[in-house]
Every structure is written in structure tokens, then in C-alpha cells.
């Protein structure tokens, strides 16, 4: 069966991919801060190993991709994000929260996506997907937008689209996603979408794309985004 690498994999929609990839017989190497404290990832039944790894820790995550080496990975899901300073002014920025999401939103996918592209290569879907947000896009960002959240995942979004171009030579697929509004922690209970509807969404596009895709900036219904 297939081997998917996700980071924040101990709740909302990390959780999800987790339990629906172990149900279907994946094997899950599952990422998160606290593995300890991990209850529901360890409540998963089915081949899910669970190491601790705080995306931005550079010296944990080349740890971990030379304790993986040798492990294909199918899909490598950069999943973890924060969202922080939401909705702060010119004049009111939390520069360290700016910092901070830059670190966990955009740098940190990148570094993973870097360590691990020996794994990925060696798979057989060879995919790269990582969850950005339509705040990302450039075309939508107003006044009152916020600054943290958008800058960092249009950075992800211009990063990831750098590594599409880098990887195509090896054959690996690389994807953006916006995952609906949904109900998770970060998106709180009035949001839309259900966290398993919008994982589903994005499995069913990860298992069908097509090296002429790679580099999409797409919904988790499969409609492209504007940059
Ligand atoms: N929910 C939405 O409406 C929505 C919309 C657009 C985009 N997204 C994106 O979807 C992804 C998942 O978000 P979610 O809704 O599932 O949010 P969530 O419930 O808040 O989960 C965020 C996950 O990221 C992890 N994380 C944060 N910083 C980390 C770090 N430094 N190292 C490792 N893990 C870290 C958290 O771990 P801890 O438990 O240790 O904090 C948690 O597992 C994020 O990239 C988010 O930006 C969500």
C-alpha cells in the first residue's frame, strides 16, 4: 500500500487525512509537536507510526528524513499551519507573529519538501501537496486582511511553485490547496465545511493528478485559484 507523510497530523484537518488514508490501508507516518499527547492519532487503527516533529526544528526534520531514509513516500502532506495576528492594521503588527508564520507557513514546507524529495521520488504517485489557503492569494488581499496569514501563504504558494518546476525532472507532482472553511480549531465551529468532506476533497484530486497539474493552486473541490 501507499505511504503518506503528514505534518500536524494531531488534530483538525491533519487528523483527518490520517484517519482516512489508515482506513483505506495506507501506511501513515504522522508528524505532530506532542506525539506524546497525541490521544486521537493513537486511537487510529490501522499502520500509523507517529514521530514528533516541530516543522520549523531544521535539525529534527533532517533527523527524521535520514531515520526515513530508504522509506518511500507516496504523499508528502505539508499540513501544519498557524494563523496568527489575524486582522491587525498597519501600525499594530506583531512582528514576531509575523515571523513565526512565515517559519511554520511557508519556510518550513519548503525545508521538508527539500529533505525529503529523495523519498518522494522513490514512490510510485510521487506527490507533494501542501496546504495553503485562498487568503493566499494576492488578488484578494484588501485592507483589513490581515497581514501574517496571507503574506505567508502566498510565500508558500511562490515557494511550492518553485519546487513544482525543481521536481518535474524526477517526476514528482507538486499541489497547492485551499480546504474550504472548515470546522477545526483554526477555522472554529460557525466555519462551512466539514474537515472530513474537505480531506476527502483533496485526497480524491492528490490521487488523480497528472504531471501536466503539478504546480495548482486548487480548492478541495478541484476549482483553480487565482494568485
Ligand atoms: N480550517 C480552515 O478553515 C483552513 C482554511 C484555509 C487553510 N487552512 C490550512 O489548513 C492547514 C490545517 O489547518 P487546520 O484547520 O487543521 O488547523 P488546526 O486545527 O489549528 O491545526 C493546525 C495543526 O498545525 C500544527 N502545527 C502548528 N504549528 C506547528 C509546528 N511548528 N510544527 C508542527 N505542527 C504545527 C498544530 O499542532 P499543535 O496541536 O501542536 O498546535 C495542528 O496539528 C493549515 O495549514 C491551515 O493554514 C485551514
Redesign the pocket.
Known amino acids: 500500500m501507499p505511504t503518506v507523510f503528514i505534518?500536524?497530523?494531531?488534530?483538525?484537518?491533519?487528523?483527518?487525512f490520517a484517519r482516512q488514508y489508515s482506513a483505506e490501508g495506507w501506511r501513515v507516518i504522522a508528524?505532530?509537536?506532542?506525539a506524546a499527547g497525541?490521544n486521537d492519532l493513537r486511537g487510529l487503527a490501522g499502520d500509523v507510526e507517529i514521530f514528533p516533529?516541530?516543522?520549523?526544528?531544521r535539525a529534527a526534520v533532517e533527523a527524521l528524513a535520514v531515520q526515513l531514509s530508504g522509506t518511500a513516500i507516496d504523499v508528502l502532506l505539508?499540513?501544519?499551519?498557524?494563523?496568527l495576528d489575524h486582522h491587525a492594521r498597519l501600525g499594530e503588527i506583531d512582528h514576531d507573529a509575523l515571523a513565526?508564520s512565515f517559519?511554520?507557513?511557508a519556510m518550513?514546507p519548503l525545508h521538508i519538501c527539500e529533505r525529503f524529495t529523495d523519498h518522494v521520488a522513490a514512490s510510485e504517485m510521487k506527490v507533494m501537496a501542501?496546504?495553503?489557503?485562498?487568503?493566499g492569494s494576492i488578488d484578494g488581499i484588501g485592507a483589513g486582511s490581515g497581514y501574517s496569514?496571507p503574506a505567508s501563504?502566498a510565500a508558500l504558494n511562490a515557494l511550492m511553485k518553485n519546487v513544482a518546476g525543481d521536481v518535474a525532472g524526477l517526476g514528482i507532482k507538486v499541489v497547492l490547496?485551499?480546504?474550504?472553511?472548515?470546522?477545526?480549531?483554526?477555522?472554529?465551529p460557525s466555519?462551512a465545511?466539514d474537515?472530513g468532506d474537505?480531506a476527502a476533497g483533496m485526497r480524491r484530486i492528490i490521487a488523480e493528478l497528472t504531471p501536466e497539474q503539478s504546480g495548482r493552486f486548487v480548492s478541495y473541490q478541484g476549482d483553480d485559484l487565482p494568485w
Open positions: 505534518t500536524g497530523a494531531n488534530r483538525g484537518l491533519g487528523l483527518q508528524t505532530c509537536r506532542d497525541a516533529l516541530d516543522v520549523t526544528d505539508n499540513n501544519a499551519g498557524v494563523l513565526t517559519a511554520i507557513n518550513a501542501s496546504i495553503s489557503s485562498h487568503l496569514y501563504k490547496f485551499h480546504p474550504g472553511w472548515a470546522r477545526t480549531r483554526m477555522g472554529g466555519a465545511v474537515p474537505s
